[in-house]
Structures are given as C-alpha cells and as structure tokens.
C-alpha cells in the first residue's frame, strides 16, 4: 500500500502524485490539511522518514514566522505542526520500501 500526504495546491505535491500514478500506483491521498495526521502519527512519520522535526516543518510560511518557532525544540514544532498542518512540509510518501518528504520529488525513487 501506498499513501501520500498531499497538498493540491503544491507543485511538488502534484507531480509526486502523477509520478506514483504514472507507474499504475494507486495511492491513499490524504489531504492532511483537510485531514490531518496525529501528533503521534506525525512523529512516527518524520522518525522513519530518518528526520528530525526540523527537517520536516516549512519554515518559509508566515506562521512560523508568527509563532516564534526559529528557536524551538523538537517537541514545540511536533505540537505546533500537529496544531497547523500548513507547517508540515510536503508530500510525505509512504510506501513498502520506506518513508520519504518527496521534497525535491526526485526523493520518490528512493522508495519506488
């Protein structure tokens, strides 16, 4: 099975997604700012992805800016992440392989 966090509105993202579909898979999309994950879900996705959550968040968006997280530990950006999914950076793929951020999207290989 394979999933993947989604954002419609990425580049990315959509052109992971095609890259999956374009080799007949057919993945759970989860659009995790509609849906998204757990903090724990969150966590055990960035550890097996081998990140820390600071590798994971987007730190460009405004709102990180706005809630001060350029000196946070691990556990405030887990929270704050699991708080405001537009912090989690995008897309996350799971497959039987692994876990990768697709970010750039040629990182999706490492799995395929």
């Known amino acids: 099975m ?6 419609p509105r990425c580049g990315t993202s959509r052109s992971v997604l095609q890259a999956l579909q374009e080799r007949g898979l057919q993945p759970e999309i989860i659009e995790y700012l509609k849906t998204p994950p757990t903090r724990a879900q969150l966590a055990a996705l960035i550890a097996a ?3 820390s959550p600071r590798d994971a968040v987007r730190s460009k968006e405004a709102l990180y800016q706005e809630l001060n997280l350029e000196a946070a530990d691990d556990e405030r950006l887990l929270d704050a992440m699991a708080e405001h999914p537009i912090l989690i950076n995008r897309p996350i793929v799971v497959t039987e392989k692994g876990v990768r951020l697709c970010r750039p999207a040629a990182v ?3 799995i395929l």
Not at 2 to 7: L, V
Request: charged share 15%.
């Open 49 to 51: 992805a081998g990140l």
């Open 2 to 7: 394979t999933t993947i966090y989604h954002n």
């Open 108 to 110: 999706l290989e490492e």
